[in-house]
């Protein structure tokens, strides 16, 4: 694919990035950046840490939201139960890759949302084997509302119920992965797929 060509903020040599990404990286500054508002801005991502024994051998990149959620409609008390049940997903997973559609596999965004996984990881600017980012900020806010209804509605009928989503301090979000044959590993829950489900991941050594 072709290359698309920007410069630098910083020290103004060209970043190079393969088509559909919506990052970009300069080799000279070791940062990355993403086009937001028209400009481009330094972005920093939170690495999380494996919770399972494994040697990472690349990320992908999630957007995670903090949502706040709010529902009203006439029953009262499913309203609040299904308010009760909304507070406890304080953040939504969405995957800022995209998958081949293989509706028989999970989604990894909604495994990590219902497991509330909690962050911990540090804030780096440089992330070496980073997937492909293909979904800005505003391309995953409508899966981010989308789940949460979804999560709600397992519990508490949400047919005729108003939900309004907004969300706070949304993160780009790099998770650990590995390669075990065929299939890909989260690093977090131990989950696996096939390598052919994501257009993603990383081109890698063969002693990666």
Do not use: H
């Not at 029953?75 to 304080?90: I, L, M, N, V």
């Not at 890909?184 to 002693?207: F, M």
Request: charged fraction near 25%; include cysteine; aromatic fraction near 14%.
């Amino acid at each position: 694919m072709k290359p698309i060509i920007l410069n630098c903020n910083d020290c103004k040599e060209n970043l190079r990035v393969t088509e559909g990404s919506v990052l970009f990286y300069c080799q000279d500054c070791l940062k990355w950046f993403e086009e937001r508002q028209g400009e481009l801005q330094e972005v920093n991502f939170l690495q999380l840490e494996p919770q399972k024994s494994y040697k990472v051998l690349f990320y992908l990149p999630f957007r995670v939201f903090s949502l706040e959620t709010a529902i009203e409609g006439k029953d009262k008390a499913r309203c609040q139960r299904a308010q009760e049940f909304a507070d406890t997903f304080s953040k939504v997973y969405i995957q800022a890759f995209r998958t081949r559609g293989f509706v028989d596999y999970f989604d990894w965004g909604m495994e990590f949302t219902k497991e509330k996984l909690n962050f911990k990881g540090t804030f780096v600017s440089n992330l070496p084997n980073l997937g492909l980012c293909s979904r800005t900020e505003a391309d995953c806010w409508p899966f981010a509302r989308a789940f949460m209804i979804a999560f709600i509605d397992e519990r508490v009928d949400v047919t005729d119920l108003e939900i309004t989503c907004s969300a706070t301090s949304p993160k780009l979000v790099a998770v650990p992965f590995i390669l075990k044959k065929n299939y890909i590993i989260d690093c977090l829950l131990g989950k696996s797929a096939p390598k052919v489900y994501l257009e993603a991941i990383p081109e890698l050594t063969e002693n990666d």
